[in-house]
C-alpha cells in the first residue's frame, strides 16, 4: 500500500490560533489524510492482529474553548469506538508523527497489560529498539527513549498503570516534521508497517 504522506502545513495546521479556524485546518488538510491511511491499514492491522480491526479517525467533538495540540487515526478491534481498547494509532503533533501502540485510561484492560510489563520489562526493553519511546501521558508530546528507560523505569510504569486510576501508557515511534521520509509515501508506509509489527507483542500482551 502506498500513502500520499504529510507536509509541514499539515503540522502547521496544528498551530492554527482558536477552536473553530484549528479544526476548519484539520478537517480540511490533514483528516482526509487519517481517514485514507485508517482505510489503507485496517486490512494490514486485522490480518497483523488476527481479529477484524476498525479504525477510528478523532474528532475531538468534546472540545468547546481549546483547540487540539495533536490528531490522530486509531485502530481497535470494536467499530463503535477504540478508548476501551487496547489500540493502534498514527498521528501528529506540530512537531512530529507518532505511530503508536496504546492503552488509554478508559480501558479495563489496563491492568493486564501492567501485569505483563512488570513481569517482562526486560524482553520488552531488549526487543524494542532503542529510538521507540515510552510515555504515560498521550496528551503530552514527550516521552523517554525505550533507550534511556531503565528496567526498574518499566516496572514503575507498570505499577502507575495498575494503580493509578487515569494512568495510561503508550509505546512506539516519532518521526520529526521535517524528516523526508513524511513526504515519501512509500517508505512511509512501510515503516508504519514494520513499526506495528514491533508492536504486536504488546498489544498481544493486553488481552
Known amino acids: ?21 484549528r479544526m476548519n485546518a484539520i478537517i480540511t488538510r490533514i483528516r482526509p489524510k487519517l481517514e485514507e491511511l485508517g482505510q489503507s491499514f485496517a486490512p494490514f492491522l486485522s ?4 481479529e477484524e480491526m476498525h479504525h477510528h479517525v478523532a474528532k475531538h ?3 468547546k ?22 489500540h493502534f494509532e498514527v498521528g501528529m503533533f506540530e512537531s512530529h508523527l507518532f505511530v503508536i501502540f496504546a492503552v488509554i485510561y478508559e480501558s479495563p484492560n489496563k491492568s493486564i497489560f501492567a501485569e505483563s510489563l512488570r513481569k517482562q520489562a526486560s524482553k520488552y526493553k531488549k526487543m524494542l529498539p532503542d529510538h521507540f519511546y515510552w510515555s504515560m501521558d498521550h496528551m503530552d508530546p514527550g516521552g ?3 533507550g534511556e528507560v531503565s528496567v526498574k523505569g ?17 509505546c512506539g515511534l516519532r518521526i520529526d516534521r521535517d524528516d523526508p521520509l513524511l513526504t515519501d509515501g512509500e517508505r512511509l508506509s512501510s515503516t508504519i508497517e514494520e513499526t506495528f509489527t514491533m508492536l504486536l507483542p504488546l498489544y498481544k500482551a493486553s488481552f
Open 1 to 21: 500500500m502506498t500513502y500520499p504522506g504529510f507536509t509541514g502545513q499539515d503540522f502547521d495546521s496544528l498551530t492554527v490560533p482558536g477552536l473553530e479556524p
Open 47 to 50: 490480518a497483523l492482529c488476527g
Open 61 to 63: 467533538a468534546r472540545r
Open 65 to 86: 474553548v481549546n483547540p487540539p495540540k495533536d490528531t490522530w487515526v486509531a485502530w481497535a478491534p470494536n467499530k463503535r469506538g477504540y478508548k476501551a481498547f487496547p
Open 144 to 146: 523517554t527513549p525505550n
Open 154 to 170: 518499566l516496572q514503575e510504569m507498570a505499577d502507575k498503570l495498575r494503580t493509578v486510576k487515569k494512568a495510561e501508557i503508550l
